[in-house]
């Protein structure tokens, strides 16, 4: 593949594939829904032109690590059935002229809880499996129904892909390769993209056809059940301009005081590790200083010397625990906590606005 | 977007077919989500160089009194035609509606569409197919919806179904009488951010448009908003100067829309107004100290530190810095309470 050389730099998406995913995610919430993504690669920059949805199957968790609610759809991408019916579908697929090419995945989200363990498990089996050059897609429902549609696409670092390998998350390993938090996923700037027929309906969608100039309303009855009091139009979405604050606040904060908590775990594992280190370390300390001792005294009796490395095999050091828990837990608290700033710097502006609205006087002074 | 055609519906007998084969012909609404129009329409931009229309499946979900058809899905479906032959893949049809019942079992199929909007023999033939025993909808009328997709015309949306005519069963099976049925597209809460993104793109030179964050989002809800104030006002300057006609519903309208603004005393903004800008800034100011503290824990856990000892140490103040931190989210948790009550009150 001569095309590898250029990295992935963008990717655009299909209005059809926004609708489709919006569509499989809000019948789905707040359960997980995850599909499949065809498209093309042109010149880096990946062109989603279609999606279909993965069936949901009973799985056995063949995932390594503890999941602590095994959801079949989260993990649905990788599971065997669904490559088996997502090649029958891209199959199918190619027989209408659609882009035949799997270029990864999406899913669903609440809130941009998407940092976890499924996420990087499917994307890192993309990636291997199937093919390089793939990406998943994040559509993130609650935050859609606040106003602006939140849909991003990630993929994973190369870097991040060499140590989930050979899974080496240790303190160690993570010195050496100096991998962060920060350097899991790689985002993918996201852009809408309209066919030209889509874009004409949608312009025809807008304005219904307006060829003469409309005559007064008679009455306040008839304006208000005019054609144009509709509640369906398209481009101005004023759900951006309403005032709920709480809700938000406090799904945040308790994302955030799950995330603390698992934290905290976590720091708890690894301080257990270093105190049972540490007392095997003196243990073994002892050991050996007893097994100096014997044999000085061995020594001195001419008798013949006991070999001191025994030690490796009466004790057993404990294993570190992986470290890759505690890096997606801080990545996903930078999530929370960079979508709690750019909430707050949009509601701020509307709180004042709404203040200065409200209280003539003061914003005169 | 409801098309503005009436609809008469009249009942009529029905042609020679045996008792009970018959689908019911009774009026229904037919509901589109923009996601199936969209897809049709890709679809006939997919289409062979030489094909007229192309046609698909439509999948979607039946009331129980079965007059309102709600279509959310289709898929393409290969066929060729000839003047004198149409042929449909039947095969990839079943298979392909297999496939979508797997990952969607609550839809069903409920019709067909075709992307010109004209309806011939052949459209009977399929109308049939589609409406019949067994594979089809039967005893539900089969939905066929035609989108045209000529370049330089209008999107044309209609919807039909069809009743059977001729005076021969052999007449019949390849001819069908098209009713017009109502349709109006209709799409959720959730759907309207996405279609606002999409309609973001349609003055573009690129047909391209990128997402918007929170606070651009918030700035173009705004600028609509001083536009229509703007259009409204211009409005109400021009009927005072006499120059536009004047109408006491607009008027009436216009004063219900400003009656709207409450009224409540300056303190009791300030005071709520103070709550809330607090808890934003705290939840805000909290969650970043604990991005903060998160990241410096995980940066001492894998420094280059000597070993053990000092590392533990690090841990260990850390954690407290954290318990610091949940108390004040404790805290904090409680003056939001408090702020939601008195909002209440």
Same mark, same amino acid.
């Given at each position: 593949?001569?095309?590898?050389?250029?990295?992935?730099?963008?990717?655009?998406?299909?209005a059809?594939v926004?609708m489709k995913?919006?569509?499989?995610?809000?019948?789905?919430?707040?359960?997980?829904?995850?599909?499949?993504?065809?498209?093309?690669?042109?010149?880096?920059?990946?062109?989603?032109?279609?999606?279909?949805?993965?069936?949901?199957?009973?799985?056995p968790?063949e995932?390594?690590?503890?999941?602590?609610?095994?959801?079949?759809?989260?993990?649905a991408?990788?599971?065997?059935?669904?490559?088996?019916?997502?090649?029958?579908?891209?199959?199918?697929?190619r027989?209408?002229?659609?882009?035949?090419?799997?270029?990864g995945?999406?899913?669903s989200?609440?809130?941009?809880?998407?940092?976890?363990?499924?996420?990087?498990?499917?994307q890192?089996?993309?990636?291997?499996?199937?093919n390089?050059?793939?990406?998943?897609?994040?559509?993130d429902?609650?935050?859609?129904?606040?106003?602006s549609?939140?849909?991003?696409?990630?993929?994973?670092?190369?870097?991040?892909?060499?140590?989930?390998?050979?899974n080496?998350?240790?303190?160690e390993?993570?010195q050496?390769?100096n991998?962060r938090?920060?350097?899991?996923?790689v985002?993918?700037p996201?852009?809408?993209?309209?066919?030209h027929?889509?874009?004409?309906?949608?312009?025809?969608?807008?304005?219904?056809?307006?060829?003469?100039?409309?005559?007064? +309303?008679?009455?306040?009855?008839?304006?208000?059940?005019? +054609?144009?009091v509709?509640?369906?139009?398209?481009a +101005?979405?004023?759900?951006n301009?309403?005032?709920?604050?709480?809700?938000?606040?406090?799904?945040?904060c308790?994302?955030?005081l799950?995330?603390?908590?698992t934290?905290?775990?976590?720091t708890?594992?690894?301080?257990?590790?270093?105190?049972?280190?540490?007392?095997?370390?003196?243990?073994?300390?002892?050991?050996?200083?007893?097994?100096?001792?014997?044999?000085?005294?061995?020594a001195?009796?001419?008798?013949?010397?006991?070999?001191e490395?025994?030690?490796?095999?009466?004790?057993k050091?404990?294993?570190?625990?992986?470290?890759?828990?505690?890096?997606?837990?801080?990545r996903?608290?930078?999530?929370?906590?960079r979508?709690v700033?750019?909430?707050?710097?949009a509601?701020?502006?509307?709180?004042?606005?709404?203040?200065?609205?409200?209280? +003539?006087?003061?914003?005169a002074? | 977007?409801?098309?503005?055609?009436?609809?008469?519906?009249?009942?009529r007998? #029905?042609?020679?077919?045996?008792?009970?084969?018959a689908p019911?012909?009774?009026?229904l609404?037919?509901?589109?989500?923009?996601?199936?129009?969209?897809?049709?329409?890709?679809h006939?931009l997919?289409?062979?160089?030489?094909?007229?229309?192309?046609?698909?499946?439509? #999948?979607?979900?039946?009331?129980?009194?079965?007059?309102? *058809?709600e279509?959310r899905?289709?898929?393409? *479906?290969?066929?060729t035609?000839?003047?004198?032959?149409? =042929?449909?893949?039947?095969?990839?049809?079943k298979?392909?509606?297999?496939?979508?019942?797997?990952?969607?079992?609550? =839809?069903? #199929?409920?019709?067909?569409?075709?992307?010109?909007?004209?309806?011939?023999?052949?459209?009977a033939?399929?109308?049939?197919?589609?409406?019949g &025993?067994?594979?089809?909808?039967?005893?539900?009328?089969?939905?066929h919806?035609?989108?045209?997709?000529?370049p330089?015309k209008?999107?044309?949306?209609r919807?039909?179904?069809?009743?059977?005519?001729?005076?021969?069963?052999?007449?019949?099976a390849?001819?069908?009488?098209?009713?017009p049925?109502?349709?109006?597209?209709?799409?959720g809460?959730?759907e309207?951010s996405?279609l606002?993104?999409?309609?973001?793109?349609?003055?573009? =030179?690129s047909r391209?448009a990128?997402?918007?964050?929170?606070i651009e989002?918030?700035?173009?809800?705004?600028?609509?908003v001083?536009?229509?104030?703007?259009?409204?006002?211009?409005y109400?300057?021009?009927?005072?100067? =006499?120059?536009?006609?004047?109408s006491?519903?607009?008027? &009436?309208?216009?004063?219900?829309?400003?009656?709207?603004?409450?009224?409540?005393?300056?303190?009791?903004?300030?005071?709520?107004?103070?709550n809330?800008?607090?808890?934003i800034?705290?939840?805000?100011?909290l969650?970043n100290?604990?991005r903060?503290?998160m990241?410096?824990?995980?940066?001492l856990?894998?420094? &280059?530190?000597?070993?053990?000892g000092?590392?533990?140490?690090?841990?260990s103040?850390?954690?407290?810095? &954290?318990r610091?931190?949940?108390g004040?989210?404790g805290?904090?948790?409680?003056t939001?309470?408090?702020?939601?009550?008195?909002?209440?009150?």
């Amino acid at each position: 593949m001569a095309e590898k050389e250029i990295p992935l730099t963008a990717v655009k998406v299909d209005a059809l594939v926004v609708m489709k995913i919006i569509k499989h995610s809000s019948q789905a919430f707040p359960t997980t829904a995850t599909g499949s993504i065809v498209g093309m690669d042109v010149d880096g920059d990946l062109e989603i032109t279609n999606s279909f949805p993965f069936p949901v199957v009973e799985m056995p968790a063949e995932s390594h690590f503890d999941n602590t609610a095994p959801n079949p759809a989260a993990a649905a991408p990788r599971a065997k059935a669904n490559v088996a019916y997502q090649t029958e579908m891209i199959r199918m697929l190619r027989e209408v002229n659609v882009d035949a090419n799997n270029v990864g995945w999406y899913t669903s989200a609440n809130m941009g809880n998407f940092f976890n363990m499924n996420v990087i498990e499917n994307q890192f089996f993309y990636q291997k499996e199937m093919n390089e050059r793939t990406v998943a897609v994040v559509h993130d429902v609650s935050r859609s129904a606040q106003g602006s549609v939140s849909l991003r696409a990630f993929r994973l670092s190369s870097k991040f892909m060499a140590a989930f390998k050979e899974n080496k998350f240790t303190s160690e390993e993570l010195q050496k390769s100096n991998l962060r938090h920060q350097d899991i996923f790689v985002e993918l700037p996201v852009e809408i993209h309209n066919s030209h027929l889509i874009n004409s309906f949608i312009h025809q969608l807008q304005c219904p056809n307006q060829s003469s100039p409309t005559d007064l +309303p008679p009455s306040l009855a008839a304006l208000e059940k005019g +054609p144009f009091v509709k509640e369906n139009v398209l481009a +101005p979405n004023y759900d951006n301009l309403s005032l709920s604050i709480d809700p938000f606040l406090e799904k945040n904060c308790d994302l955030l005081l799950d995330s603390i908590e698992t934290h905290h775990t976590e720091t708890n594992n690894f301080q257990y590790y270093q105190r049972s280190l540490a007392r095997e370390q003196s243990k073994i300390t002892a050991w050996q200083a007893k097994r100096k001792a014997e044999n000085a005294s061995r020594a001195t009796l001419k008798q013949p010397l006991l070999p001191e490395d025994e030690w490796q095999r009466l004790f057993k050091l404990p294993q570190e625990p992986s470290r890759l828990e505690t890096m997606l837990n801080t990545r996903q608290v930078e999530q929370y906590s960079r979508q709690v700033d750019s909430f707050v710097s949009a509601t701020t502006s509307k709180m004042f606005a709404v203040k200065g609205n409200l209280l +003539p006087g003061e914003t005169a002074k | 977007m409801t098309e503005s055609d009436s609809f008469l519906h009249l009942a009529r007998p #029905l042609g020679p077919v045996a008792v009970g084969s018959a689908p019911t012909t009774a009026p229904l609404n037919v509901v589109i989500h923009p996601q199936a129009l969209f897809s049709i329409l890709d679809h006939s931009l997919r289409r062979n160089a030489d094909q007229e229309r192309v046609i698909g499946t439509l #999948l979607g979900i039946r009331s129980e009194d079965g007059t309102e *058809v709600e279509i959310r899905t289709t898929f393409a *479906v290969g066929h060729t035609e000839t003047t004198d032959q149409v =042929e449909v893949d039947m095969e990839y049809q079943k298979q392909m509606l297999a496939l979508h019942l797997k990952a969607n079992p609550k =839809e069903v #199929l409920v019709g067909w569409y075709a992307t010109s909007s004209e309806l011939n023999t052949f459209s009977a033939l399929i109308q049939n197919f589609y409406s019949g &025993q067994g594979d089809g909808t039967f005893p539900h009328p089969a939905v066929h919806l035609t989108v045209s997709t000529e370049p330089g015309k209008d999107v044309e949306t209609r919807a039909y179904i069809s009743a059977p005519v001729g005076v021969t069963a052999e007449r019949a099976a390849d001819s069908a009488a098209f009713i017009p049925v109502p349709y109006e597209i209709r799409y959720g809460e959730t759907e309207k951010s996405g279609l606002e993104s999409i309609a973001a793109a349609r003055d573009a =030179e690129s047909r391209a448009a990128t997402i918007f964050t929170d606070i651009e989002a918030l700035e173009r809800a705004v600028e609509e908003v001083l536009g229509m104030i703007d259009r409204v006002s211009r409005y109400v300057e021009s009927v005072i100067d =006499e120059e536009a006609p004047a109408s006491t519903a607009l008027g &009436q309208f216009l004063l219900n829309a400003l009656a709207l603004a409450p009224k409540v005393e300056p303190a009791d903004i300030e005071r709520d107004f103070n709550n809330h800008i607090q808890d934003i800034l705290v939840v805000s100011y909290l969650a970043n100290t604990i991005r903060t503290q998160m990241e410096l824990s995980n940066r001492l856990a894998t420094a &280059q530190l000597t070993l053990g000892g000092e590392s533990g140490n690090a841990e260990s103040g850390q954690r407290g810095g &954290q318990r610091g931190g949940k108390g004040g989210r404790g805290g904090q948790q409680r003056t939001q309470d408090r702020s939601g009550e008195e909002a209440r009150a």
